[in-house]
C-alpha cells in the first residue's frame, strides 16, 4: 500500500461505526406532543366526515325539492295527476291498515301473553325516551 | 427496545396500520432520531426542523394504512421525511439553493475551514463533523449508506434520483471525507480492522 494512501476497507468501517454511534438529539416529550396531535388530526378527520355527510344530505333535500318544484311548473297537469294517484294510493293503504288493527285487536282480546308484551314494550319506550331526556342529569345528581 | 421476532413485528405492523395509538407511540421512539436527523441534514433550522418532523409523523400516521410492505418501513419513512424536507424548502425559497447543488453547480467547490485536531474529542464526533462540511445531498447518501446500510437502489428511491447520481454523492462525499479526516484520523483509520 503507497504510504499516502488510506486504508480504504478500514476507512469505510471507521466510517459506518462513527456514523451509527451517532445520536441525534430530539427535543423531549416529542412522542407525547406528536400523539396530541395525532388525536386532534383523527378528530378533524372524523368532524369534516359528519360535516360533509350533512352537506350531501342538504344538497339532497335542496336538490329534490328544486326538481319537485322545476316538474310542477313545467309539466303541472301531469304533477297534479301523479300527486292524486299517490294521494288515493296512500289513503287505501291506510283504510286497510286500521282495518287490520281492529281484526289483530280481536284476535289478541282476552290473551294475557299479548298485553305482557305490549306492557314490555311500552316500558322499554319510556326508559328510553327518559334515559334520553334527562339519564345524564339523572347519573351526575 | 429489544430485538423481536417477525411474529411480533408482524403483530406491531398490523397494529400500526389499524392505528393504534400505543403501536404508533412506540413507531415515533423507533424513528424519531433518523426524521430529525433527515430534516437536519437538508439544511432545515432548529424550529422548521421539529414542524417537518411533526408534518413527517403525520403523514406517515395518514399513509400507514396503505403501506404493503414493499420497501422496508425505515426507507418508507427515510422518503417521507426527505420529501417532507424537500417540500418545505421548495415553499419557503430555499429550494432553489437545492436545486443548485442538485445540479451539482457548487457542489464540493466551497473550500472548506479545515477541521481542527483536537486530543480530546471523540473520533466520531471529528467523523460527524466531517459529515456536516458536506454538501447537503452528499451528506444524506453518505448518512443513508453508511449509518442507515441503505443501498444504492433504496438510496435512489429515497431521493428520487439516478441510481448513478446516488453512486457519484457517495463517491464524492467519500473523497471528500477522506480528503478531511485524513490528516486527523490517519493513523486509527489505518489501524482499525
Known sequence: MPPDKLNEENFDHMLSQALQRHEEPVPPAFTDMMLRRVKQAEQQRILAHVVLQERLALAACIALASAIIIVAVAFPGTAIGALRGVAADLAGQGQAFVSRFGQAAEIFSGDWRFYAILASVLGFAVYSLVELFVGDRLRTA | ?193
Open chain 2, 1 to 193: 427496545m429489544g430485538k423481536r421476532s417477525w411474529r411480533q413485528e408482524d403483530d406491531w405492523l398490523r397494529q400500526l396500520r389499524s392505528g393504534d395509538h400505543n403501536a404508533f407511540a412506540e413507531f415515533i421512539d423507533k424513528y424519531k432520531e433518523t426524521v430529525f436527523l433527515c430534516c437536519r441534514r437538508m439544511g432545515l433550522r432548529e424550529d422548521e426542523t421539529e414542524d417537518v418532523a411533526s408534518e413527517t409523523f403525520l403523514a406517515a400516521y395518514k399513509a400507514l394504512r396503505r403501506y404493503g410492505g414493499q420497501a422496508e418501513l425505515s426507507t418508507w419513512l427515510w422518503s417521507i421525511a426527505y420529501r417532507q424536507a424537500v417540500n418545505y424548502l421548495r415553499k419557503n425559497k430555499r429550494h432553489r439553493q437545492l436545486q443548485t447543488e442538485l445540479d451539482e453547480e457548487i457542489v464540493g467547490t466551497e473550500e472548506q475551514a479545515p477541521l481542527t485536531q483536537a486530543q480530546s474529542r471523540e473520533q466520531q464526533e471529528i467523523v460527524w463533523q466531517a459529515v456536516n462540511h458536506l454538501p447537503r445531498l452528499w451528506a444524506v447518501a453518505v448518512i443513508l449508506h453508511y449509518r442507515e446500510t441503505k443501498s444504492i437502489a433504496e438510496i435512489a428511491e429515497i431521493m428520487r434520483i439516478r441510481q448513478n447520481t446516488v453512486k457519484t454523492y457517495l463517491f464524492r462525499g467519500r473523497e471528500k471525507l477522506k480528503q478531511i479526516l485524513s490528516p486527523v484520523l490517519r493513523d486509527e483509520i489505518d489501524a482499525t480492522g
